[in-house]
């Protein structure tokens, strides 16, 4: 299975080459052709989406009675109350498990461990039900209508990470769009009172509240899926391409740890305009990229994410971009 990861040091001026090595007239001239064409019009850069995940990632779900972090009435009353154990705080002598939020986000999943799901660090995961776009290739599809409820309360999650503390580097929110919860600062501050690091995964729809929580996050996973004059085709939504890459901009003037990531399969705009999306992003400033090779599983009926000769083509594009200046840069295939 092929995964590259390559880390450079950052560069003022990066080099761009040309040659295609047979890949569709070659990244290299594109990228190269499309900076030209910003530079001659003086474009400015865009100031303004649950990824795929690495096929290999060690992704360990913990396995709890009653639900993924339920315990069961009788349990959850021996933690404290009446003959019960001292409660126990989180640092700002909130109880754990004691949300502050009035309306409670609709925690949809978890995983109690993941490796992968922010590169780096051992992290848990809340999956938020609800999303605005309907992408082509999305492989969480139960978790886009909104009116669906939740099926973990959420003061069971605080309490599950109330009890990882100390095994834990921090908390991602996914989904789903999980930006597009009203609750999700106050579900933020939950986290943090327990001492734990707070990612997040977006899709960027909803830039004003991506703009509210950005101060306290610690790392942002930006899906960009197109071009934003492509994004209705992959999204199924008119004006989708604006807001996330104004999401973009947020993201990089806010100084924050992040990855921007863009998902390809056969026939798609993202394959097809790749070397344009990657000039648009080193223009924009960006230095951390991930190119990942979509799967069927999960998928709506009929979506076809391989063809004869894809995997090849997809590890062609990724060995282009990974000469293209990113200081970072991986490669996730789907296998």
Known sequence: MMKTTT??????????????????RGLGAVVDE?????????????????????????????????????EGAAARADRGGPGGRREERAPD????????CATAPPVAGLTGMSTCDWPGHLAATVFLQGCPWNCTYCHNRDLIDPRAPGVLEWSD???????????????????GEPTRTAALPEAISDVRALGLAVGLHTSGAFPSRLAQVLGDLRWVGLDIKALPEDYQAVVGRPGAGERAWRSLGLVLESGVDYEVRTTIHPG??????????VARLLAAGVRTFALQQAREIGTREGFRADEPGWDD??????????TLGFDRFEARPAR
Do not use: K, N
């Open 7 to 24: 880390t450079r040091p950052a560069a003022v001026a990066p080099s761009l080459p040309g040659g295609g090595d047979g890949v569709s």
């Open 34 to 70: 499309a900076c030209r064409a910003v530079v001659r019009s003086e474009e400015a850069p865009p100031d303004g989406s649950g990824a795929v995940a690495p096929a290999d990632c060690a992704s360990l779900a913990e396995t709890l009675p009653s639900s993924p972090v339920g």
């Open 93 to 100: 002598g909130r109880a754990v498990g004691a949300p502050s």
């Open 157 to 175: 999650v605080l309490a599950f990470l109330g009890r990882r503390r100390g095994l834990l580097d921090g908390l991602v929110f996914s989904g």
């Open 268 to 277: 798609s705009a993202a394959t097809d305009r790749l070397g344009e999306i």
């Open 313 to 322: 083509r997809f590890r062609a594009l990724a060995a282009e971009v990974d």
